[in-house]
């Protein structure tokens, strides 16, 4: 069994950085794909970035150019740079994992989330 812990939410000013991370425990090999989804309020669950074991990297257009996946196979540990932010990236940001070397439609293994509040 997996487990995802995420941290560093918080509540930043637009045009402010945070970095979210997130902890795997259990068996994860460097072939999972790692990802983050977000859920902001009164709207439906969405992909947001994902990094697969190769280190490929892919983006929902709202936020290329602004956030970066990275991940850190030797402390099971994928990050999230959320640069340049907006109020419209306000949601709860989880973290997701999956063996099969993708995400698809319902990743495996799923955080409980982490709150990400960008407002002045």
């Known amino acids: 069994q997996v487990q995802l812990v995420e941290s560093g939410g918080g509540l930043m000013q637009p045009g402010g950085s945070l970095r979210l991370s997130c902890a795997a425990s259990?068996?994860?090999?460097?072939?999972?794909?790692l990802g983050w989804y977000r859920q902001a309020p009164g709207k439906q669950r969405e992909w947001v970035a994902v990094i697969i074991g190769g280190g490929t990297t892919n983006y929902q257009d709202s936020v290329k150019g602004r956030f970066t996946i990275s991940r850190d196979n030797a402390k099971n540990t994928v990050y999230l740079q959320m640069n340049s932010l907006k109020p419209e990236d306000t949601a709860v940001y989880y973290c997701v994992a999956d063996p099969r070397g993708f995400l698809g439609l319902v990743p495996r293994y799923w955080g409980q989330g982490t709150q990400v509040t960008v407002s002045s």
């Open positions: 259990g068996r994860i090999s460097s072939t999972y794909a």
